[in-house]
């Protein structure tokens, strides 16, 4: 059972196009939702993360973009990069009442040059 | 600053041997939580501890045992090596629970 559901799988976007991720979730218990970005053989990294009572987010190029009603959001990568290349997982966690972050399983992100 | 520090990097055991990974974190975090990551299954939470003395099981807890005597450090242990335990296994911490991870650098296990 697959409480995050992340798409595409992976994803290849030319240098400076516009790379998107998205993903679903069923919990409505969920109240933080982070995007980690990892590069081979590192362990993941914090990225950007949202709270539900905001539609957007937007951290230079990363931007998160939040639908409450349809449980869903998005990782929207601008002016896409090379070094941009990595694997994000989407996450959701709740913030009280125990400590469970539940991962997406991932996308594989190329940017060509 | 050290962060997170998983050992040993790499590990090589046999079907029914015993190990034990661990995870030290110096950044005085209250929440420990170990993930494996398999291609195409993301990272999935094996077991989470919230303080020292308290764990609790997650995801994909069968065939790992862990403990919490302090705060610094979070042990996984593998009781019985299985082939499907083969997965590189991340131990991650948090200041505030459920809020940003800080991840160790993993550790590649390989069972035969």
């Known amino acids: 059972q697959q409480q995050v559901k992340q798409s595409p799988q992976s994803l290849i976007v030319q240098k400076g196009g516009i790379s998107i991720i998205n993903c679903a979730y069923e919990?409505?218990?969920?109240?933080?939702f982070p995007w980690y970005q990892q590069f081979p053989g590192k362990g993941p990294a914090l990225l950007i993360a949202?709270?539900?009572?905001?539609s957007e987010k937007k951290e230079g190029r990363f931007t998160i973009s939040f639908n409450k009603s349809a449980k869903q959001f998005s990782l929207h990568i601008m002016d896409s990069q090379p070094g941009d290349s990595a694997t994000y997982f989407c996450?959701?966690?709740?913030?009280?009442?125990?400590?469970?972050?539940?991962f997406g399983a991932g996308t594989r992100l190329f940017v060509k040059a | 600053n050290a962060g997170v520090t998983q050992t040993p990097k790499f590990q090589v055991l046999k079907t029914g041997q015993s190990m034990t990974l661990q995870c030290a974190q110096d950044?005085?975090?209250?929440?420990m939580s170990w993930y494996r990551q398999d291609p195409g299954m993301g990272l999935r939470l094996i077991h989470y501890?919230?303080?020292?003395?308290?764990?609790d099981q997650g995801e994909v807890p069968n065939g790992y045992n862990v403990s919490r005597s302090t705060t610094e450090d979070f042990p996984l242990r593998l009781l019985s090596a299985a082939p499907s335990q083969t997965s590189v296994y991340f131990c991650?911490?948090?200041?505030?629970?459920?809020?940003?991870?800080?991840f160790g650098s993993g550790t590649q296990l390989s069972v035969l």
């Open positions: 991650a911490s948090s200041y505030i629970q459920g809020q940003k991870l800080f």
């Open positions: 919990n409505t218990a969920f109240d933080y």
């Open positions: 949202i709270r539900p009572d905001v």
């Open positions: 996450a959701a966690s709740i913030s009280s009442g125990g400590f469970k972050t539940i």
């Open positions: 950044m005085n975090h209250e929440y």
């Open positions: 501890s919230v303080g020292a003395g308290i764990t």
